[in-house]
């Protein structure tokens, strides 16, 4: 596939939005308080008591000892949006970019982007930088105050280690030689306590001994690990001493072969928390059992000096779990891999890069985001709700044109051949200021071949035998007849038009018809390849219990016409557009050009999956 990093912005086609046009000023302008979060009034407590009033910030991350030279934080809180670069963003990231971001910059704080790196095997600097593009096209930026506050767990390594001497020294900490099964079988169960290590007792110096050995890679992977030393008969099991480093002889895409022990999560997280001097650290529920040691952890380093008071506090949301969507990395590889989809980009997948593709504005995914409730309860969000979304941002701002998808063959027997005549439609309902579109009429046109019917049913009010409708913007016609090939297919449908009955002239409304139609010249007509998207599963839940998401795809996810654009529609990539009666589509960013349009369907015009 294409990188889906690499495609440059293209310059927006006149009269058509781009994806991000509905963007107007500031990224927190889409912010709304209609949907619940209960963090907001923490931060309001948390700011009214000045608890941060003698925080200080050196510009730069680092232990008490470096930010006691600074001055007093500007930022009034500091959140943080800290992905492992071992993967593309999807929605679910969207979720906590929105939230980190959008809280920081309504309470005059900074967020930081931070890549969690602490995991060499499957980290590398492809997602690096892919994430950061993605954050900058969701509309965020991390730059403030003359910092640029894009940071990574690599370059805490050595207060890292640091601390981990630091808590051995104290106590705290201890090297175990036992194998990683012998620890998990003496980590107890919920029901019945642990089992402490044979080297718990470890004399001080001997554990630091061997961990300076670990360190100088005296010791083969999965030989030795750092524990903390916290409760082994502790009710939490994340307190029954952690394991905080482990030894990897692994290449870093960052620091290269420099270290060959590498701290566990858990342990790294509150580090570079405290260390960037983060107030409020914004997690997913699956990091609420992990925040006693969180807590532990930043108080034994506070004590020892190492770190500042105040110290962050971690505050945990449900996840974002939207329906008909899986957003588990594993999952997403394997349907890349194995070919399910066309890469990472693919418009119908749920990472950020897809859904741009497709068509999404960072204003549609933020509104969405924005309308789902940050809470602690888990839930799962209707796809509707994106897809609503999407058609609450674009309408306002897409320009009108008219697409035939199934085209079907309409001859206007009594208008003269070679001759046409211009009619007019709004550019956009919403902005008279955009003016009028042109486009021709003519005798052979395309219509939708749903459009017509040799024998209507009841309520049918479009294109039969001896019915009358109206070509929007056009006329009114009457059906004369049709003709068959061979094979007994429909290949035209036969009308005459009523001269007095055009759009905009005083005959328009002299005859009553019931139905109206799209149309477009068959002689200047734009061919177009469209494709036709829709949900990735069939399945509500695809990944829920013990179900095979494979086989809850949807076979009709992606279909591919040839359709005919109205005359003047510019595909260049990203130009955007309601079609009327079928949706909103978008040119492909990769594949569409304007001499070769290629279009993705964004969104229907309305959610047929509730009918």
């Known amino acids: 596939m294409t990188h889906p990093g690499k495609p440059s912005e293209a310059n ?4 058509a939005s781009t994806p991000g046009a509905s963007d107007n000023a500031s990224a927190h302008a889409s912010v709304n308080h209609a949907a619940s979060n209960y963090l907001r009034p923490i931060i309001e407590a948390d700011l009214a008591a000045q608890r941060y009033r003698d925080k200080r910030w050196s510009g ?3 232990p008490a000892s470096a930010q006691n030279l600074g001055q007093p934080d500007p930022a009034r809180i500091r959140t943080r949006f800290p992905p492992e670069p071992n993967g593309y963003l999807h929605l679910g990231h969207a979720k906590s970019i929105c939230l980190n971001f959008g809280l920081a910059g309504e309470y005059g704080g900074v967020c930081h982007l931070r890549f969690d790196d602490t995991n060499p095997e499957k980290e590398d600097q492809e997602y690096v930088d892919a994430i950061a593009e993605a954050v900058h096209w969701l509309g965020f930026d991390w730059k403030a105050d003359g910092n640029d506050n894009q940071y990574y767990a690599s370059d805490y390594f050595g207060w890292m280690y640091e601390f981990a001497e630091a808590l051995i020294q104290a106590g705290h900490a201890y090297v175990d030689a036992q194998t990683p099964e012998e ?18 007792d470890r004399p001080a110096a001997e554990s630091l001994a061997l961990l300076r050995e670990m360190r100088d890679g005296k010791h083969p992977d999965g030989s030795l690990v750092l524990r903390a030393k916290v409760d082994m008969a502790s009710p939490n099991i994340n307190l029954r001493d952690p394991v905080i480093y482990r030894v990897r002889h692994a290449h870093h895409h960052r620091t290269g072969d420099a270290w060959c022990i590498y701290p566990m999560y858990t342990y790294a997280h509150p580090i570079e928390d405290a260390l960037e001097g983060i107030t409020h650290s914004v997690c997913t529920l699956e990091f609420e059992d992990q925040r006693p040691f969180y807590d532990w952890l930043l108080a034994r ?4 000096g190492k770190l500042n008071q105040p110290l962050p506090r971690q505050y ?4 974002l779990n939207v329906t008909y969507v899986v957003t588990s990395k594993r999952k997403l590889l394997q349907l ?14 749920p990472t950020l890069f897809g859904l741009r593709r497709r068509g999404y504005t960072p204003s549609a995914i933020r509104l969405f985001c924005d309308r789902t409730a940050v809470t602690k309860s888990d839930s799962r969000i209707d796809y509707s709700l994106l897809e609503q979304a999407a058609r609450d941002d674009l309408d306002p701002v897409a320009a009108r044109s ?4 199934d085209p079907l063959k309409l001859v206007i027997t009594n208008y003269p051949e070679g001759r046409f005549e211009m009619c007019q439609a709004p550019r956009n309902p919403h902005a008279p200021e955009a003016g009028n579109r042109e486009f021709p009429f003519a005798r052979e046109l395309w219509i939708e071949r749903d459009d017509f019917r040799e024998e209507a049913p009841k309520k049918y009010f479009r294109l039969f035998p001896g019915n009358l409708v109206r070509l929007k913007y056009g006329y009114v016609v009457k059906c004369t007849g049709y003709a068959k090939d061979a094979a007994g297919n429909i290949t035209e449908v036969h009308a005459e038009y009523l001269p007095e009955t055009r759009s905009g002239t005083p005959g328009a409304d002299s005859v009553k018809v019931k139905g109206n139609i799209t149309w477009v010249s068959a002689a200047h007509a734009v061919p177009a390849t469209v494709h036709l998207y829709d949900r990735l599963f069939a399945d509500a839940t695809p990944d829920a219990g013990d179900k095979d998401f494979l086989a809850c795809l949807n076979p009709n996810s992606r279909q ?3 359709a005919w654009l109205e005359p003047g529609t510019v595909a260049t990539p990203g130009a955007t557009w309601q079609f009327e009666r079928l949706g909103y589509f978008t040119a492909d960013r990769i594949d569409s050009t304007p001499e070769a349009p290629v279009l993705n369907r964004v969104v229907t015009l309305r959610d047929s999956w509730g009918a």
């Open 183 to 200: 620890i998990r079988a003496n980590r107890g169960t919920l029901t019945e306590p642990g089992v402490n290590s044979p080297w718990r």
């Open 301 to 304: 380093l506070a004590e020892m």
């Open 560 to 562: 591919t016409v040839q």
């Open 316 to 319: 945990e949301f449900a996840r």
């Open 402 to 405: 008219v697409a035939v998808l």
């Open 12 to 15: 927006p086609t006149p009269g």
């Open 60 to 62: 730069r991350p680092g």
């Open 336 to 349: 890349v891999k194995e070919g399910h989809v066309d890469g990472w980009d693919d418009p119908r997948m």
